[in-house]
């Protein structure tokens, strides 16, 4: 076999790279999402009730589908620039993907509550009114998402 012929690490070259992976990993936790991450996510949400405000039709169909496209632009510009400036891509774990997928189910909930009732009492600030909630929420709980990342990255110098 080929593998026979394979060097295996010296114990020093293992603690190296342990110690690599180590200081790799302190440098995740002490990563703080910047506020405009937070802001941006926060106007692409409150913009979201526009589509209300088209034209039944053929150009309102046109409008909204070039709305949408240039909505996901955005999210995905905003998105790449948070990857660049932290420096790493986001890859989520199973644990991770629940943190988002169950308030993206309550806010997709409260949106479409909100849309509801605007167009059952054609009130259109009502879906506005959603959306800003849901901005307001997103920036609020971005306070502690933000001390705990620094509280992770004052530990995390001290332990380097």
Do not use: N
């Not at 076999?1 to 936790?29: I, K």
């Amino acid at each position: 076999m080929e593998t026979e012929h394979l060097s295996l690490p010296s114990p020093a070259d293992a603690a190296t790279a342990l110690r690599e992976v180590e200081q790799a990993r302190r440098a995740l936790d002490g990563t703080v999402p910047p506020w405009w991450y937070f802001i941006a996510i926060a106007a692409l949400i409150s913009v979201m009730p526009t589509v209300q405000l088209l034209p039944s039709g053929a150009l309102g169909a046109v409008l909204g589908v070039v709305g949408l496209a240039g909505w996901v632009v955005l999210l995905l510009l905003v998105l790449r620039g948070y990857m660049r400036e932290v420096g790493f891509t986001v890859r989520l774990q199973r644990l991770k993907v629940w943190h988002l997928v169950l308030p993206g189910l309550g806010s997709g909930l409260v949106m479409a509550v909100a849309i509801g009732l605007a167009t059952s009492y054609d009130r259109w600030w009502i879906g506005f009114f959603g959306s800003g909630v849901l901005a307001l929420a997103i920036l609020l709980w971005a306070v502690p998402m933000r001390r705990a990342a620094r509280r992770r990255q004052s530990g995390c110098v001290g332990a380097a």
